[in-house]
C-alpha cells in the first residue's frame, strides 16, 4: 500500500518566480492538507482540499494557491516567489468520513524548496 | 485559538534510561493530540493519538503519552531508550470545535539518545 508521495524532492527557484508542487494521497484517503516547515520551526497549516474544493485556509497570502483532480490528488501553486518562501512543503492526507476530526494525517516525504 | 508548546529544544538520554518529551496545549473546545517524529531529511511520521477514553495511549515504537486534562499535557514517553529514537519530536493538536480539523504543531524537541 503506497503512502503519501510527493514531487519534486528537491526544486530551487529565483525570487519572482512560480512553482508548482504535487502530491499523491494515501490510497483510501481524499482529504489533501498542505503545511509550510521552515527551518527549525514546526509545520504550519496552508490550507485542505476536499471533493476538489478548497475547505479550509490557515494564515498565508493569495500567491499560495491549489488544486485538487477528481483522484484525489492535488497541487500546491506559489506565485512571486520570495525569498522567505524557501522551506520544506509537506502534503498530509487524511479520510473525511465519517469523521474528520478524529483522522489521523499522514505526511509525504516533502519537497525542498529553496527561492535565491 | 488553538495551541502547542514544547518548552524544551532538546533533550538528551542516555539509551536504555526512559525518555520524556513534553507538550502543553491549549484550545477552545475537546482536544484532539498526536504526536510525529521527523528523521533528517524526511517527512513526518505518525507514533500516536488522544481522541478520547483511557488517558494512556500506547502507539508505535514502544511509545506511549498520558493525557492529563487538568494540566493541559499529553507528554510523550518510552520506558528504555534506543538510539534510533534520536530524532526531531512534534507534538500536535486539533480543536474539536468550530468545523476546522487542521492541525497545530509546535516547535519541535529534538531527541538525542546517547549510546
Known amino acids: 500500500d503506497a503512502g503519501v508521495t510527493q514531487s519534486p524532492t528537491h526544486l530551487i527557484k529565483t525570487r519572482g518566480q512560480q512553482v508548482t508542487l504535487r502530491c499523491s494521497p494515501k490510497s483510501g484517503h481524499d482529504t489533501v492538507s498542505w503545511y509550510q516547515q521552515a527551518l527549525g520551526q514546526g509545520p504550519q497549516f496552508i490550507f485542505q482540499y476536499y471533493e476538489e474544493e478548497e475547505r479550509q485556509r490557515g494564515n498565508f497570502p493569495d500567491r499560495f494557491s491549489g488544486h485538487q483532480f477528481p483522484n484525489y490528488s492535488s497541487e500546491l501553486n506559489v506565485n512571486a516567489l520570495l525569498l522567505g518562501d524557501s522551506a520544506l512543503y509537506l502534503c498530509?492526507?487524511?479520510?473525511?468520513?465519517?469523521?474528520?476530526?478524529?483522522?489521523?494525517?499522514?505526511f509525504g516525504p516533502g519537497t525542498r524548496l529553496l527561492v535565491l | 485559538a488553538q495551541s502547542v508548546a514544547q518548552p524544551e529544544d532538546q533533550v538528551n538520554v542516555a539509551e536504555g534510561n526512559p525518555l520524556t518529551v513534553k507538550c502543553t496545549y491549549s484550545v477552545s473546545g475537546n482536544p484532539y493530540l498526536f504526536w510525529y517524529v521527523q528523521y533528517p531529511n524526511r517527512g513526518l511520521q505518525f507514533l500516536l493519538k488522544?481522541?478520547?477514553?483511557?488517558?494512556l495511549v500506547k502507539g508505535s515504537y514502544g511509545f506511549e503519552a498520558e493525557f492529563n486534562k487538568s494540566q493541559t499535557s499529553f507528554h510523550l514517553k518510552k520506558p528504555s531508550a534506543l538510539v534510533s529514537d534520536s530524532a526531531l519530536y512534534f507534538c500536535?493538536?486539533?480543536?474539536?470545535?468550530?468545523?476546522?480539523?487542521?492541525?497545530?504543531f509546535g516547535t519541535g524537541t529534538r531527541l538525542t539518545v546517547i549510546p
Open positions: 498530509a492526507s487524511s479520510p473525511r468520513a465519517p469523521n474528520s476530526y478524529q483522522e489521523t494525517q499522514y
Open positions: 500536535a493538536v486539533r480543536d474539536g470545535r468550530g468545523g476546522a480539523n487542521n492541525l497545530f
Open positions: 488522544y481522541i478520547t477514553g483511557d488517558n
